[in-house]
Nanobody, 126 residues
Framework: QVQLVESGGGSVQAGGSLKLSCAASGDIFNRCGMGWYRQAPGQERELVSS???????TYVDSVKGRFTISQDNVKNTLYLQMNSLKTEDTAVYYC????????????????????WGQGTQVTVSS
C-alpha cells in the first residue's frame, strides 16, 4: 500500500502561483509513475500531468507552459508548480500513483492509477 497526502492548495488571484506537494509513504518502491488529477464541480476528473519513474512528463494542453511536475525521490514527494493561474484551474487536485504488477501477463507499470490522495482545493479568483 502507498499513502499519499497532498498539501499546498489555497486561494489565489488569477495570474498568481501555487505549488502543490504530495508526500508518499508506505510501499514507495512499488511506485512506477505518479500524476496530478483535478476535478472541478460538475466536471469529470482529468489528468493534469504525470511523471514516470524515468522522469518522462506529460501535461494536458490547457496547462502546458504554466504547470511543471517534478519529484524528489529522496523526500518521496511529488510537486506541481502552477504559474499564471486562471479561474478555470479552480478544482480539487488529487495526487495519484501507479504500481508495478502483472498486467496482461507482463510485469509492467499499471495502466491505471492505483493509489489516491484525499485532494487539495485550489481556488483561483478573477
Amino acid at each position: 500500500q502507498v499513502q499519499l497526502v497532498e498539501s499546498g492548495g489555497g486561494s489565489v488571484q488569477a495570474g498568481g502561483s501555487l505549488k502543490l506537494s504530495c508526500a508518499a509513504s508506505g510501499d514507495i518502491f512499488n511506485r512506477c509513475g505518479m500524476g496530478w488529477y483535478r476535478q472541478a464541480p460538475g466536471q469529470e476528473r482529468e489528468l493534469v500531468s504525470s511523471i514516470s519513474s524515468s522522469g518522462s512528463t506529460t501535461y494536458v494542453d490547457s496547462v502546458k507552459g504554466r504547470f511543471t511536475i517534478s519529484q524528489d525521490n529522496v523526500k518521496n514527494t511529488l510537486y506541481l508548480q502552477m504559474n499564471s493561474l486562471k479561474t478555470e484551474d479552480t478544482a480539487v487536485y488529487y495526487c495519484a500513483a501507479r504500481k508495478w504488477g502483472w498486467y496482461v501477463y507482463l510485469w509492467q507499470c499499471s495502466p491505471d492509477y492505483n493509489y489516491w490522495g484525499q485532494g487539495t482545493q485550489v481556488t483561483v479568483s478573477s
